[in-house]
């Protein structure tokens, strides 16, 4: 995850900064380099070989689309609109979303939420300011179980259970453009939205695709400065949760993150420092680095104990402070040693 400056914004700013077309004779070692800011986060596009003749506009549509669809800091977007009750019909985006995010939130026995919107506005993470947090009062709103798609519409339990798809919808933006370079014929690519990945083939220089995992500390705001360890994959979504960057300090001192426990209402804090996670859709390894940062250190290897099958990274610290990594049986093959 990356700081504030990766939440959704009221209004969708798309700048691309930097377009490069490198060509070759036959075409084969062309190299067509995108990159831009949307959402709130910055995004690139690497493409190794032919890519398609209209990929910013397409780029900048899947952005455009997220903006009045996915977003919760744009008023006018769907999902806010079914938040206030203004319509029950979502369209693809939305219910793909729910999908993953409630597939997840099984696996995580109810700690990845989406509905944990409230608590997300009282702790300070839409508008900054942050409230007293009544969990209480909260608690008949907040629930994966409350929401559900059927028919066509959205059913709430009850009308002021509200959605937020952040945890999800980053990795889901890097599997859309994902499938528009591979629907053109490109297998050799990466797509990079705020730091959630998805690559395949080789990169410029022929070689497998490196993706280096940032070393959770804080004041390490720029990819790749401090860099923890390398992973090596194709045909692979890549994602990773922290709270490291996205966190303020209170009225009362205290550091608050953006992890908050949905069956407690409470911050999590633990000594996981964050969570990265390869799935074979973004989406779906973005959900999951969320899930495992809610679930903390000790739940989290509980729940590998179970579900061997999950590629996971944790970098977590000891008593005295000092940084560890776990490294999950099926995550064994991506690192770079």
């Not at 798809?165 to 990079?192: H, M, P, T, W």
């Not at 996670?277 to 989290?300: E, K, N, P, R």
């Amino acid at each position: 995850m990356t700081p504030r400056l990766s939440a959704f914004t009221a209004k969708i700013m798309i700048a691309i900064t930097a377009t490069t077309l490198l060509a070759s004779c036959n075409g084969r070692n062309a190299v067509t380099r995108i990159e831009g800011f949307g959402i709130g986060t910055t995004y690139s596009v690497t493409v190794v070989g032919d890519a398609p003749a209209d990929l910013r506009e397409q780029v900048e549509a899947v952005f455009a689309t997220a903006d009045s669809t996915l977003s919760v800091f744009n008023e006018n977007s769907l999902l806010s609109r079914i938040n206030r009750n203004e319509t029950d019909i979502p369209n693809r985006e939305i219910t793909e979303n729910i999908e993953i995010a409630g597939r997840v939130s099984e696996l995580s026995g109810g700690r990845y939420d989406i509905t944990v919107l409230p608590l997300v506005e009282a702790y300070g993470f839409i508008d900054g300011r942050q409230q007293s947090v009544d969990f209480d009062s909260l608690r008949p709103f907040i629930g994966y179980k409350k929401i559900s798609v059927r028919d066509g519409k959205i059913h709430k339990q009850h009308p002021q259970t509200r959605i937020d798809l952040n945890s999800v919808a980053k990795g889901y933006l890097v599997d859309r453009i994902a499938e528009i370079i591979e629907a053109d014929g490109a297998d050799n690519y990466l797509v990079n939205v705020g730091g959630e990945i998805f690559c395949r083939g080789n990169n410029p220089d022929g070689k497998p695709w490196r993706i280096a995992i940032d070393t959770p500390i804080e004041g390490n705001y720029i990819q790749g400065a401090h860099t923890e360890a390398i992973i090596n994959v194709s045909g692979m979504g890549v994602a990773t949760s922290g709270n490291y960057r996205n966190f303020h300090t209170g009225e009362d001192g205290r550091k608050y993150t953006h992890i908050i426990n949905p069956l407690t209402g409470e911050n999590t804090e633990s000594n996981l420092l964050s969570a990265t996670v390869i799935h074979t859709q973004c989406a779906y390894a973005d959900a999951m680095a969320t899930m495992f940062m809610v679930l903390g250190m000790d739940d989290s290897l509980k729940l590998l104990e179970t579900h061997p099958e999950i590629a996971v990274l944790l970098i977590y610290s000891d008593n005295a402070g000092d940084m560890h990594q776990y490294v999950s049986k099926a995550m064994e093959q991506y690192m770079v040693r």
